[in-house]
């Protein structure tokens, strides 16, 4: 699976946008691209994925560039209750039976 | 969405003793489920692959006799801490898959403390 780069931290306002940034240079045409979120203590709750399409549901979008080298996780209007480490995973199938490997993730501090 | 329990939510024990932690997929059935291990301000490290009715498939410097993992019916995995010391203390997390889903679902975590 390609590895994938994250910056280690950032901030963000109540009710601003919240765009992660994912670099997975090395990825191939057969990986999907996944983001899961861990909230303090808790287990890891997954946010969405997508292949080359962007993508949108009820928590977050996803944007990845034509050449699928990078893509940005965006928070449309982050709560106090978005404060999480986020995770880009770089998966090569999209079963739910792939092992999980994740990297060092983004620490999302949103504040009043 | 689905959900997956854990049991205990927490747990201390005296070093030298074992310690087991359920895994339940509540509402549904998993063949596969995942155990990782997580430290303080560190990400999370899978452990190994826990297959229902095999054996479990170990990462690369996880010790299988010292973490026992059973997979014995499609809603429980175990994972069993044997000899536990301090350096054992950890966050341990179990993660299933629904059939006809694409994400993974995470149990709430263990914290293990051995003193």
């Known amino acids: 699976d390609a590895k994938t780069t994250q910056p280690p931290s950032m901030d963000c306002a109540e009710g601003r946008a919240a765009n992660l940034p994912c670099n997975h240079s090395?990825?191939?045409?057969?990986?999907?691209v996944y983001w899961y979120r861990q909230i303090h203590s808790q287990g890891p709750q997954y946010i969405i994925h997508g292949l080359k399409n962007n993508e949108t549901n009820e928590m977050a979008s996803l944007i990845i560039t034509e050449d699928r080298k990078s893509s940005t996780l965006i928070l449309p209007h982050a709560t106090l209750r978005d404060t999480a480490v986020y995770y880009c995973i770089v998966l090569k199938g999209r079963y739910n039976t792939d092992k999980l490997i994740f990297g060092t993730g983004t620490r999302l501090q949103v504040f009043p | 969405g689905a959900v997956v329990s854990q049991h205990p939510s927490r747990v201390i024990c005296k070093s030298g003793t074992s310690v087991k932690i359920e895994c339940r997929s509540l509402d549904f059935q998993a063949t596969t489920m995942f155990w990782y291990r997580q430290f303080p301000k560190q990400s999370l490290m899978l452990m190994a692959t826990s297959n229902e009715g095999s054996k479990a498939t170990y990462e690369q410097g996880v010790e299988k006799d010292k973490f026992l993992i059973n997979h014995a019916s499609l809603t429980l995995s175990t994972l069993t801490v044997t000899s536990a010391h301090p350096e054992d203390s950890s966050f341990y997390i179990c993660s299933a898959g629904e059939q006809g889903s694409y994400e993974q679902y995470f149990g709430p975590g263990t914290r293990l403390t051995v003193t």
């Open positions: 090395t990825i191939s045409g057969n990986e999907y």
